[in-house]
């Protein structure tokens, strides 16, 4: 009985041990699903315990949470923590606007950093008001943290997609001269008979313009072809072909065989970037649904797999970006003429499929793809920086509890969308960018933040540091300075084990 009385407690009680406080505004689940497959539950792994002392080695830190998994499976399916921070004052206004559960790190990272506990949580200004309009916050304890929030001396919030390619975090004007002459260039690349792709890619490395990104993506995804005759008719062709597949597959969602593969899908669309009101309009979920679902029926060798829903918003952006020009977070996509909805997620498809097939590996059975990934990132960053190394190794941190999901997502959970958007400029310019390259701004990224890593000198302090590094106000400027050196990275170390390339 006694037993029986602790579980039940625990389970109706928003702090219980282990579950996870707020660090930097961010919301985090109890354990990061894509690595929750990988631990069992007899593991008794968890995150936080706000009322104890900090502990320093993982085993430590295991002892003092060894209720983490008292909770079953069915229950925690119809649990959905949500909202832009776990803070207790929020809780009920902010299920009542996101009734499902949360994902693995659906949030963008880290907003505002916290130093006390959970009623000391601090939202970015206006976040959780324009995000969440359902929430009621007539409660005084509601007042009571937004006062505090306003109080804050925070950097302007850049919008987290409109003018997503010309904004910065310095509030630099939209267009310079320097950028009016790269788009002419653009388009004059664009224009010739035949672009010349490696002389897109050199120009394409540095960022490419709002106004051309769309069929630039098109071209460096090897979706359209460098004859400029052709674009037309395999646009055509390749859009009648996809929605062939609707026709041909879709209706089977609801066989046995691939209901559960639907059902996933149907449940993680909801959490793909909540905090974008253009993500949450059911013309926009059907339509990543249906992408994902002939994606994952056309793909049986991985099937679909948590993280690829990700991968479809940076080019439904790009490719919406075509047709808006401002305010895109809050578009009306329904308002668009039908046949440009279905080019759009026709284009979107295509290119998303180009993208998964040089890193499919990374989502069959047991992800080996990832796991090699996160392997040579550790052997990488030992070679970079040692004392980084040694700092996570001395307090049992293992790369697999944080960089599982930087391969598994390709950091959207750790950066704005518009900052993901810029980043893939780049991968698409270089040559296995979202493969090879891309183990490099992992690293760049990982000693980006050395010194607040360094600081923290306990394993709970460090995980959730690293699973919530705050880069709200990133934009091109620091997106700029991680490319380079990861730039400068991949030629220093040249010389790195050849499985550094898988």
Known sequence: MATENRINFWRRNAKVPGSVQPVYGAQHPPLDPCLRRLYPKDTKLKLNNPKS???????????STNDAWDIDDDEEDDEYVGGPAL??????????????????????????????????????????VKSNSEVQLSTPSVRSTLQKQKSLPVRPIIPLVARISDQNASGAPPMTVREKSRLDKFKQLLASANTDLEELRKHSWSGIPREVRPVTWRLLSGYLPANKERRELVLKRKREEYFGFIVQ????????????????IHIDIPRTNPLIPLFQQPVVQEVFERILFIWAIRHPASGYVQGINDLVTPFFVVFLSEFV???????????????????????????MSKLLDGIQDNYTFAQPGIQNKVKALEELVGRIDEHIDNHLKKYEVEYLQFAFRWMN?????????????????????EADGFSHFHLYVCAAFLIEWRKEILSMVDFQGLLILLQNLPTIHWGNEEVGLLLAEAYRLKYMFADAPSHYKR
């Open 409 to 429: 997502n390709l950091l959207m959970r750790e950066l704005p969308l518009r900052c993901t958007i810029r980043l893939w400029d780049t991968y698409q310019a």
């Open 249 to 264: 597959y879709y209706h089977s969602r609801t066989d046995e065989h691939y209901k559960d593969t639907y059902r996933q």
């Open 87 to 128: 803070c207790s004052s929020l809780a009920s206004g902010i299920h009542s606007a996101f009734p499902q559960k949360q994902h693995d790190g659906i949030t963008q990272s880290g907003i505002s950093k916290t130093t006390e506990d959970d009623t000391e949580c601090k939202l970015v200004n206006s976040m959780v």
């Open 325 to 351: 020009m401002e305010d895109m977070e809050n578009f009306e996509v329904a308002a668009l003429s039908l046949e440009i909805q279905r080019n759009i997620e026709a284009d979107t498809f295509w290119c």
């Open 53 to 63: 002392k900090k502990t320093s080695s993982f085993h430590e830190f295991a002892r």
